[in-house]
């Protein structure tokens, strides 16, 4: 049986008493951004230090509208609006995952025994 509960810095810790594990959220552990949208995206346009545009995957995009920092992850579509400030956030309104599910394919558990 899998018990959850918030920490104090906001994660997740989940507790599986089968195997007396407990695994925390670990924002560190979340792939490099420079990394992660490259694969994530199309043809992505360096605009200036540190930021890309691309086509926007939450809508049909025929124009880069899509801003996404290179630096801390963060996103912005100027067409269709939607926002979000890590790999994390744009994995979640991508796939529709979970929370949950989110970081375990991004493999961002920190698991202590």
């Known amino acids: 049986m899998t018990q ?4 104090r810095q ?11 594990y407990t695994r925390k959220f670990n924002r560190n552990l979340l792939p490099d951004p420079v990394e992660f949208y490259p694969r994530e995206l199309d043809k992505l346009k360096l605009t200036s ?13 025929n124009h880069a509208s899509l801003s996404v920092s290179l630096q801390s992850g963060g996103f912005k579509c100027f067409a269709c ?9 744009f994995t ?3 796939t529709g995952a979970s929370f949950v599910e989110a970081v375990t394919e991004l493999v961002a558990w920190d698991h202590e025994q």
């Open 49 to 61: 230090d540190n930021w890309v545009i691309a086509c926007c995957p939450f809508h049909d995009d």
């Open 92 to 94: 979640m309104q991508l």
């Open 10 to 20: 906001g994660g997740i810790a989940q507790h599986n008493s089968a195997s007396h």
């Open 81 to 89: 609006g939607e926002p979000g400030g890590s790999v994390l956030d």
């Open 4 to 7: 959850k509960k918030a920490t």
